[in-house]
Structure formats: C-alpha cells, structure tokens
C-alpha cells in the first residue's frame, strides 16, 4: 500500500486494486449459502441476519461512508415494513413489486427528510433523528386503524416468489429470497462505495468544512445518500414484513434504531462488511447468550461492545484486517 | 492600480464588525490577473478575516466583491470556487484518511461536476486521475500520492493545500500563510513552488517573513486595523516610515 507511485496509470491502478474483489469476499458469499445445507434448522435466524445485514448496511453508508451519525434509522426500517405490510394486506401480495414499492416509498421519506438532517450536525443531528424516530413511531401508534397498532399489523399474506416459491414454514424461501436482495443492494453499495460519489462521501466524513473549499455541493450528496440509504432500509423492513408475515410497532422502536448502531461499531463502520459480520456477531449472541438466560442477555452484548470499542477501534473486521496485513 | 489594467478580482468598501469590533473598515483591493500580491500586517490587523470575505466563509456588513467583474458578494462559498476563487488554510485542513491521489482527484471530480456519480468506478476517471497526478507532480508530491495524508511529514501537508486548491483550476488564489509552521528553509522552498504557478492565475498570499515577502510579492497590501494603511511595491512599502513604525519595527531590522 505504501510503495511509490511514479505514473498516473500505476495511480490508476492503485486505486482499481482498491476496488478489487479479494477471494475473502467470494468465500464469504459462498459460506452464507451454508444454512441451507448444514442448519436449516436455523434458517429463520439467518433470515432475521440478512434482513438486519440489510438494516446495518444502509447505516454504513450514512454513518460509516458519510459520518452522519444517526439514532432514528429505524424510522425507515419501520416505514418500508409497514408500507409493505399494508399493501399486502390490501390485497396486493406479489412480494418483489411490493418490496421495490417499500423501498422507494422509505426512500422518497428519507429524502424530504434529508432537507431537515443536512442543516444539522453533531448532538443536534443525533437529536433530530431521534426525534424523527419517536414520532413516527407514536404516529404508527395512532393510526390504529391502519397499522393495527399496538396489536400489530395482522392479514399479511406474501405471494409466492416468481409466482413460483412459496414462502414455506422452514424458512427456505424466506431466507433465499433474502439472502438475494441483500446480496444484491450489497453489489449496489459496494459499487457505490468504489465511485467518484463514494470518494466524495468519504470526503465529508474525513473533513466536511473543506469540502465547500474544492467547489463540493457536499449538501446534495448527503441528500442523495440518505434518501439511498432510507430506501435500503425500507428494503430491510420490507423483506421483515414480507418474510414474516407481521408487522410490530417495534420494528420503529428506538431500540432497532439503537442496535444497529451497535451492531454497526461491533463489525466496523466504513467497510461494509463490517456491517453483515456485526449483526451476525450479535444476533448470534442474542440468540445463544437467551438461551442461557433470557432476561440479561443484554449484560453480554455489553461486555462484547465494551471489549470492542477499548480494544478494537476499527471494529471486529478492522482487526482482522489489520491482523492479515501484518502477517503478509 | 491604473485604470485599464485587467483586474481578476475586486473589493470595494468592504466592512465586517463582531460586534462592536471592526475586523474589517472600508477596504478595498484589486488584484490584476497574474499577480503575485502579499497581504501583510501584524497579528490581529484582519487578514484571514478579510480572505474569509473574499471567499464567502463570512458575509460582509458592507460591500461588494467581482470577480472577473460579476458580482459574487452573496454567493455561497462552494459556487465562488467554481468560478474559480480558490483558497489555502492557514490551518491544515485536509482529509486525513483520503490519500493524496484522492483528495485531489476528488477536488477534480467536483470542478466536472461528476462526483456524485455512483454508478461510475472512481479509477474509471482517467482524465481526472492523470490531472490530478500532474497538480501532485507540480508539487513534488507524486512519490507520496499513495500514502494516507495524516502519515505526510507537515511540509508536504502544505503542499497538498495549495494542491488541492490548484485542482479547481482558480483564476485567482488566496494563500492563508502557506508556509505556516514549515521551517524557514523549506519555506522558500515551498514560495519558488508558489512563484512557479502558470502566469495567468493571480496570487494573493498572507506571510509574516519579510524577506519571503520582499522576494516574491510584487505588491504589498498592508492591513493594519482591518483598513488599508498602503498598496504599494515593495521598495515603497520597505521605506515608508507609517508601515516600519506599525509593523517591521518590531523584529526587523
């Protein structure tokens, strides 16, 4: 990484290896096809995984790409969940029109927001957005007749996949499909990511006050990413809805908006990856440390983030990355 | 300044107060294309405070700012850049972890308005790539275009201020104390870079060595008190009793 550039084409191709797929991505792909074959009894699990993968990774990009902290993205998880809860409910049941629906719905949300989220910053940002949260989470409360309120959203009945696969009991095709739009809205992200627009972001979080100085209209690419990274979210929320058939107020709560965070700083922010092995460290936890004991599984997810944050500052994956750049 | 000579950038009667403080009272400046201007005065006379002026970072009180004779006084900062008023920081303000190669490819994209392309592959830029590995080459920095710039010894941090500036193409450039920190050998150094810039970009830089200022400005602006006290030539401007007695009497010989 650090060896002397003397021409533009090495400058070039410095940053296209940047970009590069490495063979751990590719093995990593490959290994999250492993619950169909060795867990299937997990597969519900894994289904909640790819769905919070989902939730982290449009965080990352406002969080860990653009350095917008936020503490209210729950509100589009939760506004794409219910959007596609109720379409569904109304009779509309075809799961990937639906799911594109929720998406751009959260997404078009995310970016009237952006206009309020970009003339704030630090503690008052964090504020707004967990302000934004509360009260959309109290306006699903109120709109009992919509949402079902505190009972839930009840009547969701997803269509088959393609017309073909049906979501069955076992949690095959709930995982399966995913699994596919994680894996894609990753290829979206990580192609974003690798951009000039993904230079730009990473411009922001590293020095936001110069950025007016090179000529940057840094404002319109905060709006941009959030209103990408809202419709990702709503993705995320879609997909709980759709795969589970049931919508709950708590998929708007402050603690989803919370854990994520968490999840996100677990893994690493800025890296995507970081995001998809986060949430798997702390779902997996959650669901082996309440098996021990069901009331104080958060004393271990504590600890975990307490070891993560004194001892690994660029996360779980910024040490192991930092672990295999030394051993080369 | 004689009357028909191509003035890039002009102020007239521009005032900022804080409060009941008077940073900046009734200046007025003319920078012609290509010049190599010094803007001096002692500490607190209202330099950075009038480039923050001039490049939007503060709005005057009072005033009008032209470049290439629109008026850009109310123009947010962002928009003069790309009109081709860039500026420098007197305190490094860079991008940590960006790399040179990237900072400055950056600073490109978003002089073509292509930055918030992101469907594109950042090194399928080639034409912006190579300019900006050319401003680095300029510079002396292309052997560390790689390196993540909070690793860059503090000189070759200056440099990459004026780098960055450099790749928003200014027809006019305001250098806040580029040499701020650096060590006094380095410094003229990092002025004959400076000195070097192509012809028709104009110059106005902030320095506290008058050597430095005598070597490489072609007029001198004093500020004293946040007005004018004289625009002159160096000669003048090294004679002139007010400027000895406010400003080089202490230090200097």
Known sequence: ?328 | MMAGEDIVLRATGLTKNFGKLDVTRDVAIALPRGARHALIGPNGAGKTTLINLLTGQLQPDAGRIELEGGDITALAPANRVRLGLSRTFQINTLFPDLTPIEAVTLAVLERQRCAGQFWRRLASHNEAIEESFTILGQLGLADVATRTTRTLPYGQQRLLEIALALATRPRVLLLDEPAAGVPKDESAALFSVIAALPADISVLFIEHDMDIVFKFASRIIVLVGGAVLLEADPQTVRSDPRVREVYLGRGHD
């Open chain 1, 1 to 328: 990484m650090q060896t002397p550039v003397s021409a533009p084409i090495e400058a070039r191709d410095w940053l296209r290896r940047r970009s590069r797929w490495s063979p751990f991505e590719i093995l990593f792909w490959l290994a999250t096809l492993l619950p169909f074959i060795f867990f299937p009894t997990y597969l519900p699990l894994a289904n909640q995984i790819a769905i919070a993968a989902l939730f982290a990774i449009s965080v990352d990009l406002i969080l860990g790409y653009a350095g917008i902290v936020t503490l209210g993205h729950a509100m589009f998880f939760g506004l794409g969940a219910y959007f596609a809860g109720i379409i569904s409910v109304h009779g509309w049941g075809e799961p990937i029109s639906g799911l594109l629906m929720a998406g751009l719905f959260a997404g078009i949300i995310g970016y009237i927001i952006s206009f309020l989220i970009t003339r704030v910053q630090h503690l008052a940002l964090i504020m707004v957005t967990l302000g934004l949260g509360f009260l959309t989470y109290e306006l699903a409360n109120a709109l009992h007749w919509l949402t079902g309120g505190t009972d839930g959203l009840r009547g969701i009945s997803t269509w088959p996949v393609f017309g073909q696969f049906r979501f069955d009991m076992w949690g095959y095709t709930a995982y399966g499909y995913a699994l596919a739009v994680l894996f894609l809205c990753f290829l979206l992200s990580r192609r974003l990511v690798n951009s000039s627009f993904g230079l730009a972001l990473r411009g922001i979080r590293e020095n936001v006050k110069r950025m007016p100085a090179i000529g940057a209209d840094h404002k319109s690419h905060l709006r941009l990413i959030y209103a990408i990274s809202a419709a990702i979210a709503g993705l995320a929320g879609g997909l709980l809805a759709q795969t589970t058939n049931t919508v709950a107020l708590d998929s708007l709560s402050f603690e989803r908006s919370a854990d994520v965070v968490v999840m996100l700083i677990l893994g690493g922010t800025g890296r995507l990856y970081g995001a998809i092995l986060g949430t798997f460290i702390f779902l997996v936890a959650r669901d082996q440390l309440a098996g021990i004991n069901p009331q104080y599984w958060y004393f271990g997810i504590g600890m975990l983030l307490m070891v993560v944050v004194l001892f690994m500052p660029k996360g779980i994956l910024g040490f192991l990355a930092r672990i295999v750049a030394r051993a080369k």
